[in-house]
Each structure stands twice: as structure tokens, then as C-alpha cells.
């Protein structure tokens, strides 16, 4: 694979975003043509829900009931699961959830709340600063569709578990506890913040809202370049809290722009407004948003490349789970900028990446891609691990996505 020289941001403007990023192949206008022949609206989300929990209840028939399914292997035709302990355990318990809400199938539920007993015991798991993904993205979504008092009481326990892991000496919670680094914190920490949001107000206990604020100063602070994309890891001294390298773990190069962190900064950042109303953290999150959407590495169908730097072309792998992440995250942001045409902007992007994802280009065949929903994301193409595949969080986004746009612009 070709290395380009970075990229740096463009000016295009949102008039210019809404009607062409540059030339494109045929192959590229041929899909921009089938994605805006189609429209967003009950009928849309009411298919894409249906087809979903189809899909959702042929993998349930494939996962072990001690496991939670991770991705899929299709040369193997073989569903490659993961333990409670893996980060991305509570997406397809959350994923059911919003599947249940949504659709009003009971089977949804049902195979959640089996997952979630299996879960329960991460509650105390000191070893991860996946907590956020692993028991809000699950519990979270049942203790709001259920009112069950004892998830409560789980994600009340994890935020503590959680809590441990952020020390005053670098005013950060620690991500990593393998490898040769001091005092690792990867972008996607920030995902985990809103866990803590939520354990402040639930326990009235100010330290989890302090913590967050902590990390998320020093992520602005130190991991942003210039054009407001992410460096991946930052490994800091664990005493002093100075910054020691800047790196990556997952993307291209250590100057590079990984996808997937982008997105994770986009959606970490606008929920730091949304929980703080400090408009620092709306202004990050309009920085990465125009760094994702102007960037002339940004296929038309906004499904990006797996890092901004890769070689744009017909080979180079995309990221579904990425562009899920933003859909999501714009929807969202949608809701508090102060610009109209701005507002305007995010909604339509989101637009379009949904529109893309729900498109036979995204989507599987139905019974097909071992029941997983998305085809095509990558976790970690340096590491040749899960390198066009399905992700759990993947669909976990995408459903959130379709669930937000369903609440916020048709109801």
C-alpha cells in the first residue's frame, strides 16, 4: 500500500461538501447516484430495524451463551466471539436494546438480559478503561428502558472501578496496562467519559464529573495537531504527567490520522458539551467535525478510509464502523451548535452516511456476513487483525444512529 504525504484540511465550504469533494471514478458516482435516489423516513428506518433484528436473532443462534460476538470470519464462515473481559462486550447486549425499543420484539430482550447476567461480574474489573463500552453502552440502555434498580447498581460499581484508573499526577485515567508505556491514553478514552457523567448525577458524587473534565483539558490539549486531527496514544511521564511520545497504536503512522480516533474524538467532545455546556468542548467538536468533512481524502459516500492518510483508492480499506460513529456523533451535534448552516451541514452528512451504510455496498444479505448487520470496518490493519470485517460496534453506532434520527427529526 502507497503512504501519501499528509493531508492538510481544506476550505471546502459546506455548499461545496452538499454537491461534490472533486472528481470522482465512475464506480463513485454510480453509488452517490443509488445513495441520493433514496431518502430518510419512517419507512426507511421501520426496513433497515426490520432487517436488523432479523439479522440479530440469526446471530443469536450462533453466539455461546457464555460469549458475546466480536466479529465474523467469512472465509471460515465462523463467528469469532469474545469473552466479558474484551472491550467490546456490552455492544451487543446494547445494540439488542435499542433493537427491542425500536422494533417492540420481545426475542431483542430476551437475549440481552441473558447477556447482561454474563456481564455483570465486569463491574468490578479495575484492569480497563473500558468500562463506558462494556457496561453504559448495556446497562445503560436497560436501566433506561427497564428503570431495573440493581443495573443501577452495576454501572454505579464499574464507575467506581473506573474512577481508579484516573490519578491526580497526570490528571488523566490511565487506558493502557501492557506494553512498554509509562502512562498510555489513547482518543478513544473519551468515549468513556459519558459513563462517568451519567455515575455523577446518579450518585450525586462530583469526583467522576472533576475527572472528566480533568481528561478531557489534557486530550485538547495534547493530543491535537494544528488542523484538529487526533494523535492516537499519548504516553505520558506517571509522575510528573509530562508528555513523554506521541504515537500510534491502530493507524498508519504516528502523524497520521486514524479514522476510527477522529470519530472517537467527534463523539467524545460533543458529549462533553452536552453534559458541561461549556462551549470549549462544542468548539472541539465542531474542529474535528470540519476536519472529518472537509478533508479531500473523504470519499463521496462519507464512509472514510481507514486512516485520512492512506492512499485514497479503490483498494484502500474503508471504515464502517467510523462512519457509523459519525453519523451518530454529527446527529448529535446537530442539536447545539449555535449555526444554522452549520446545523444543516452535520444533519445532511449524517444523512448521507446512513444512507451509504443501509446500502447493498454496507449492508449484508440477509442470513448472510454471520448475522452481524455491517460488512466492511477495520479494527487494527497494522496489527492484520479484523481487517475487513464486521464489528460489533459497528452496528451499535449505525442502530444508535437510525434510533436518534427516528427521535430527533421525525417524531
Same mark, same amino acid.
Not at 433514496?38 to 443469536?60: R, T
Not at 436494546?97 to 465486569?122: P, T
Not at 496496562?177 to 458524587?205: C, K, Q, R
Not at 472529518?292 to 492512499?311: G, I, K, Q, S
Given at each position: ?241 509530562? #508528555?513523554?511520545?506521541?504515537? &500510534? ?7 497520521? @490520522?486514524?479514522? /476510527?480516533? !477522529?470519530? %472517537?474524538? *467527534? ?119 479484523? #481487517?475487513?470485517?464486521?464489528? &460489533? ?7 444508535? @444512529?437510525?434510533? /436518534?434520527? !427516528?427521535? %430527533?427529526? *421525525?417524531?
Amino acid at each position: 500500500m502507497k503512504i501519501k504525504q499528509a493531508l492538510t484540511m481544506s476550505a471546502l465550504g459546506l455548499a461545496t461538501f452538499l454537491n461534490s469533494c472533486g472528481p470522482k471514478s465512475s464506480n463513485e458516482q454510480q453509488d452517490h447516484e443509488k445513495v441520493e435516489a433514496a431518502s430518510i423516513n419512517a419507512d426507511f428506518i421501520k426496513k433497515n430495524i426490520d432487517f436488523s433484528v432479523q439479522q440479530y436473532q440469526h446471530l443469536g443462534s450462533l453466539v455461546p451463551e457464555d460469549k458475546l460476538p466480536r466479529t465474523y470470519n467469512k472465509e471460515e464462515d465462523k463467528l469469532i466471539p469474545s469473552g466479558t473481559s474484551w472491550w467490546t462486550s456490552g455492544f451487543y447486549p446494547g445494540t439488542l436494546l435499542y433493537l427491542f425499543e425500536m422494533s417492540g420484539d420481545s426475542s431483542m430482550l430476551a437475549l440481552a438480559e441473558q447477556k447482561l447476567e454474563i456481564l455483570e461480574k465486569e463491574k468490578d474489573n479495575k484492569g480497563t478503561h473500558d468500562l463506558g463500552f462494556m457496561l453504559y453502552c448495556s446497562f445503560g440502555n436497560a436501566y433506561r428502558i427497564t428503570g431495573n434498580e440493581h443495573y443501577k447498581d452495576i454501572m454505579l460499581q464499574g464507575a467506581e472501578s473506573l474512577a481508579t484508573r484516573f490519578h491526580p499526577e497526570t490528571g488523566l485515567i490511565k487506558s493502557w496496562d501492557h506494553g512498554t508505556w509509562s502512562y498510555p491514553v489513547i482518543i478513544d478514552n473519551m468515549m468513556n467519559l459519558e459513563f462517568l457523567f451519567w455515575a455523577s448525577e446518579a450518585s450525586g458524587d462530583n469526583k467522576y464529573y472533576n475527572i472528566n473534565l480533568s481528561h478531557a483539558d489534557s486530550t485538547i490539549l495534547n493530543h491535537f495537531r494544528e488542523d484538529n486531527s487526533s494523535y492516537h496514544v499519548i504516553d505520558y511521564d506517571a509522575t510528573t504527567g509530562k #508528555v513523554i511520545q506521541k504515537k &500510534t497504536h491502530q493507524g498508519l503512522a504516528d502523524d497520521s @490520522a486514524w479514522a /476510527r480516533g !477522529q470519530s %472517537w474524538g *467527534l463523539y467524545g467532545f460533543t458529549v462533553m458539551y452536552r453534559d458541561t455546556k461549556d462551549p470549549k468542548y462544542l468548539e472541539q467538536a465542531e474542529k474535528i467535525a470540519a476536519f472529518t468533512l472537509e478533508h479531500p481524502n473523504m470519499p463521496e459516500d462519507l464512509v472514510p478510509y481507514w486512516d485520512f492518510n492512506a492512499a485514497a483508492s479503490d483498494t484502500t480499506y474503508r471504515d464502517a464502523s467510523a462512519a457509523a460513529i459519525n453519523a451518530s456523533a454529527l446527529l448529535e451535534l446537530n442539536q447545539y451548535t449555535k449555526d444554522a448552516k452549520k446545523a444543516e451541514w452535520y444533519k445532511s452528512a449524517a444523512e448521507k452516511i446512513l444512507l451509504s451504510l443501509s446500502s447493498e455496498k454496507y449492508q449484508a444479505q440477509l442470513g448472510k456476513n454471520g448475522g452481524f448487520i455491517l460488512e466492511h470496518s477495520v479494527g487494527s490493519l497494522p496489527h492484520n487483525s479484523e #481487517v475487513d470485517v464486521p464489528l &460489533t460496534y459497528a452496528d451499535y453506532y449505525y442502530i444508535e @444512529a437510525l434510533k /436518534r434520527y !427516528q427521535d %430527533w427529526f *421525525l417524531n
